[in-house]
């Protein structure tokens, strides 16, 4: 018996077209989405022996979704994963029952495991500027010294996201006073472009051997194509091993950084959001926290009644 029914397979499918095409997802979360959902009716077809075609997954009632969760957390699964299954499940199933006109409340209504939310794990202002510097000494090819070093100024000097970055091109140079960036979900926002990040790139340009078109990615490999961003995280890798550096010092860290660094030079919250694109204020609100944690640390460190 096939874990997947043809009808579910079609559906699931079509959804992930809409997602992609309608709300703007990006290629990491519609291989999450297909890969949690697909594991759900693979559950439910075990679950129940029979094949879970349309009708069947109408019928899905709120103690199969008890098991479905339960043997998730048996495989374990932690908490915060499993809240991100069930989401996924869960956009899945209101596109499919408005598509198909059923109830799907018994879906709808379980509520997610509760889980310990993990703050950004920022660098020290210092570390940020090692860490740009450092990975220029982990190759022997000059451009590709100074493409490493505009690649990192641009995360931690305008907060880009890795993708963010990678997704520019030769129509984006000399780059100007602001960037227009879409970001996730296909929102834009316009992001000031610092001197340091501006001169970084056109340090890169002037040494790299590849031509530049207006469609051409900004940052390429060595052979030419797009840079990827697993190249990227492995230059950090080997820096920050140099460094001494934690391994939560990852491209986003660095975007992390400079929302951080941002707030501690009296940044408001609503600004840092804009700026990083977040769609709602309590995922930047992360950093409050973070703020507020490190004067913790330095108030228990430094008051003599410590």
């Known amino acids: 018996m096939s874990l997947i029914s043809p009808q579910a397979r079609d559906a699931l499918q079509h959804w992930l077209e809409t997602q992609k095409s309608l709300k703007g997802a990006s290629e990491n979360t519609i291989k999450a989405y297909n890969a949690d959902t697909v594991d759900f009716i693979a559950f439910m077809t075990s679950y129940k022996s029979e094949s879970q075609g349309l009708a069947a997954l109408s019928r899905i009632t709120t103690r199969d979704m008890r098991a479905w969760m339960a043997a998730t957390r048996g495989t374990d699964v932690g908490a915060r994963s499993l809240a991100r299954k069930l989401s996924s499940v869960k956009s899945f199933?209101?596109?499919?029952?408005?598509?198909?006109?059923?109830?799907?409340?018994?879906?709808?209504?379980?509520?997610?495991?509760?889980?310990?939310?993990?703050?950004?794990?920022?660098?020290?202002?210092?570390?940020?500027?090692?860490?740009?510097?450092?990975?220029?000494?982990?190759?022997?090819?000059?451009?590709?010294?100074?493409?490493?070093?505009a690649v990192l100024t641009l995360l931690y000097g305008c907060g880009l996201r890795i993708s963010e970055a990678l997704g520019l091109t030769g129509a984006d140079v000399p780059l100007p006073d602001s960037l227009r960036i879409l970001g996730k979900g296909g929102k834009e926002r316009v992001v000031p472009v610092l001197p340091a990040a501006r001169d970084a790139v056109q340090a890169y340009l002037k040494l790299c051997p590849h031509p530049l078109e207006p469609t051409s990615p900004l940052f390429r490999g060595i052979r030419g194509g797009a840079l990827n961003s697993r190249a990227v995280q492995q230059v950090m890798a080997k820096a920050r091993m140099q460094l001494g550096l934690p391994a939560t010092v990852t491209p986003h860290a660095m975007r992390h950084s400079f929302a951080t660094h941002l707030l501690s030079a009296g940044g408001d919250l609503r600004s840092i959001q804009e700026l990083l694109g977040h769609s709602s204020l309590s995922t930047t609100q992360a950093y409050t926290a973070v703020d507020t944690a490190r004067l913790m640390e330095v108030y228990d460190r430094a008051h003599p009644k410590a």
């Open 93 to 149: 199933y209101r596109w499919l029952a408005e598509r198909e006109g059923f109830e799907p409340t018994a879906v709808l209504t379980i509520r997610a495991p509760k889980f310990q939310k993990k703050l950004p794990r920022p660098l020290a202002v210092d570390a940020a500027k090692a860490m740009i510097e450092t990975v220029e000494y982990q190759t022997s090819h000059t451009w590709v010294a100074a493409r490493d070093s």
